[in-house]
């Protein structure tokens, strides 16, 4: 499967951005799939995933109450909403997928190009 993210860009803090993650190549509904961020100088880390068998979701606790995760497997498409945002979610993000039924850095087996998300104080 391939996957290419979008829908980054600037945004005050408190503010909100809507990311997309298209896929191809693949029978969507049977991936797991996820969202990652980087920020400058860390480690890649796990923001939140959603299984494929039952759409369960996992969010880490920095973004908890504040991102909501969502996909439309009639459109091939996974959404990540972020509301509330902060400066220190700036980073890069990236959808990533799997055909089992864990998520994390170490588990996905594609990815797609990030997309730049940046919030200013």
């Known amino acids: 499967v391939q996957l290419q993210a979008s829908g980054g860009g600037l945004v005050q803090a408190g503010g909100s951005l809507r990311l997309s993650c298209a896929a191809s190549?693949?029978?969507?509904?049977?991936?797991?799939l996820g969202w990652f961020r980087q920020a400058p100088g860390k480690e890649r880390e796990f923001v939140v995933g959603?299984?494929?068998?039952?759409?369960?979701?996992h969010y880490a606790d920095s973004v908890k109450g504040r991102f909501t995760i969502s996909r439309d497997n009639a459109k091939n498409t996974l959404y990540l909403q972020m509301n509330s945002l902060k400066p220190e979610d700036t980073a890069v993000y990236y959808c990533a997928a799997n055909l089992r039924e864990v998520v994390g850095v170490r588990e996905m087996d594609y990815w797609g190009k990030g997309t730049l998300v940046t919030v200013s104080s």
């Open positions: 959603i299984n494929w068998s039952d759409g369960d979701t």
């Open positions: 190549g693949g029978t969507f509904s049977r991936y797991t």
